[in-house]
């Protein structure tokens, strides 16, 4: 088992920044790939980023590329999200997810946190 907590979240302006973190416990949790989704109301949940055990790649959507910063730090089993130039369609449940690699991950891993709410205002 894979336990998944994430915090960080909050409100911010458009164009400010807030950092979400997401620390995992269980077990083999140096080795497998964790990422982020987002949900809105009323819209399907959306891939944000993922990086593979050792945060050698990294992986983001199109809609957060050059905005959002996915990294993590092995020692304390947390990964991180840095949401740069924030935009009121930001808005939304970020969601920790983790599995044994990318692949899985970017489609939805089998671990999910409990989720942490981002709201942006215009």
């Known amino acids: 088992q894979v336990h998944l907590v994430e915090s960080g979240g909050g409100s911010a302006q458009a164009g400010g920044s807030l950092r979400l973190s997401c620390a995992a416990s269980?077990?083999?949790?140096?080795?497998?790939?964790m990422g982020w989704f987002r949900q809105a109301p009323g819209k399907e949940r959306e891939f944000v980023a993922a990086i593979n055990f050792n945060g050698e790649f990294t992986y983001y959507a199109d809609s957060v590329k050059g905005r959002f910063t996915i990294s993590r730090d092995n020692a304390t089993n947390t990964v991180f999200l840095q949401m740069n130039s924030l935009k009121p369609e930001d808005t939304a449940d970020y969601l920790c997810?983790?599995?044994?690699?990318?692949?899985?991950?970017?489609?939805?891993?089998?671990?999910w946190g409990q989720g942490t709410q981002v709201t942006v205002s215009s």
């Open positions: 997810n983790a599995d044994q690699t990318t692949v899985l991950v970017k489609r939805g891993g089998k671990y």
């Open positions: 269980g077990d083999t949790l140096r080795l497998i790939a």
